[in-house]
């Protein structure tokens, strides 16, 4: 068999693996090693160390600086690709020629270039961007911020035509798929979803006396979710709510301290959230908007008992059968007190692994990576 080498370029350095992008990263770089795929890793770094863990994963990696401060933001292109650009990186590049894998718009400041165009170049989606941004924007409630959400949703709009310099696009959800397949009629794109942690299931029959909701609380969106459940759901229920996450903000400890059934906890490690995230009696889910393949959703099904949703959660996942879905606040109540007292029935994880086997295997799924590359 000739020997396959993938250049990776990533927006973070891929480990830890502890939040959503760099999840689907980490894994995919570890299971095309597990075929046999030699990938050699690029990666933008700004407050992560390098990694001997990737090193020993890779045939090499290559850490360069990201280009942060307000000079980078005078710029038409979006601030999160214009910050991660790199002359070291297109030499390297151009020492070969093996197919080069962007993960993310934020990593394809290069996939336009010129120098670069008779190769084959895979563009690895996460969500659509600028609808994403447009989101952070309505959500957000400091005006500065608010202004730059908006000043680089527009951007990303009006980059993503640079998407057609890629032979090959990979979408997390089949809702984003139609939407490329839509707007970039002339490519190939094709449905992969995330990579995952995941090599089997750890969920644990019974019952307990809390739910959770978990992600990273420094992003708006998520701080946002929190601060909806404590107070438009758990006000006034009997029942107790964790929360668990990096880096939570001031007014979410203080919001949280005001509610006697809702405990915070900041900065848990993997084995404390993991541990939360299997003896919950439900985790509790949910967004604001349907872009992408929330991974929270994923290890919640592995390694969770009960999972409530709201619709926009599953959107384009093909994961509502495993679900409990409430549209509203009104709805989640009843979810959580007809789930408090049901003892979970390992049974059911017969159907998850039915469901989740057939799209979500890492196995698999680098399997049709390199069908589609190779």
């Excluded at 998407?163 to 992969?192: G, R």
């Excluded at 708006?220 to 438009?232: D, G, I, M, R």
């Excluded at 906890?265 to 919950?280: H, K, Q, V």
């Amino acid at each position: 068999m000739t020997e396959r080498k993938l250049h990776i370029i990533s927006f973070d350095v891929p480990y830890p693996a502890n939040y959503g992008g760099v999840i689907d990263v980490f894994y995919k770089i570890k299971t095309l090693k597990n075929i046999g795929v030699g990938v050699i890793l690029h990666c933008y770094a700004y407050g992560r160390d390098k990694s001997p863990e990737l090193e020993a994963l890779c045939e090499k990696v290559c850490y360069y600086p990201r280009r942060t401060g307000w000079r980078t933001n005078l710029s038409l292109k979006p601030y999160i690709v214009s910050s991660r650009q790199s002359e070291q990186l297109i030499e390297n590049l151009l020492a070969d020629d093996h197919p080069i894998l962007f993960e993310g718009l934020h990593s394809c400041f290069y996939l336009d270039d010129p120098r670069l165009e008779q190769r084959m170049k895979v563009y690895r989606e996460s969500n659509i961007e600028h609808h994403y941004y447009a989101h952070l924007a309505k959500a957000e409630k400091n005006a500065f911020k608010k202004l730059f959400f908006v000043i680089e949703s527009r951007r990303l709009k009006l980059y993503q035509q640079n998407l057609k310099h890629a032979n090959l696009m990979l979408a997390v959800s089949a809702s984003d798929t139609a939407y490329l397949q839509q707007h970039f009629p002339q490519q190939h794109v094709e449905y992969l979803p995330s990579f995952h942690a995941n090599d089997d299931f750890e969920v644990r029959a019974g019952k307990s006396g809390f739910f959770l909701y978990h992600g990273k609380l420094s992003v708006t969106e998520n701080y946002n979710a929190a601060e909806y459940l404590v107070e438009k759901v758990f006000a006034g229920l009997p029942h107790q709510l964790v929360i668990a996450g990096m880096d939570p903000p001031q007014h979410l400890i203080k919001k949280c301290n005001s509610f006697g059934n809702v405990k915070l906890i900041s900065n848990p490690d993997d084995a404390t959230m993991f541990g939360l995230i299997r003896e919950a009696q439900a985790n509790i889910l949910v967004t604001f908007q349907a872009t992408g393949l929330k991974l929270k959703l994923l290890n919640t099904l592995y390694k969770g008992r009960y999972c409530i949703v709201n619709p926009e959660m599953v959107q384009g996942t093909g994961l509502d059968a495993l679900c409990e879905i409430a549209a509203n606040a009104a709805e989640l109540k009843e979810k959580i007190t007809m789930l408090a007292d049901k003892t979970f029935d390992i049974n059911e994880v017969t159907r998850r692994r039915e469901v989740l086997t057939k799209n979500y295997s890492n196995t698999t799924n680098a399997q049709k990576l390199i069908e589609w590359i190779f």
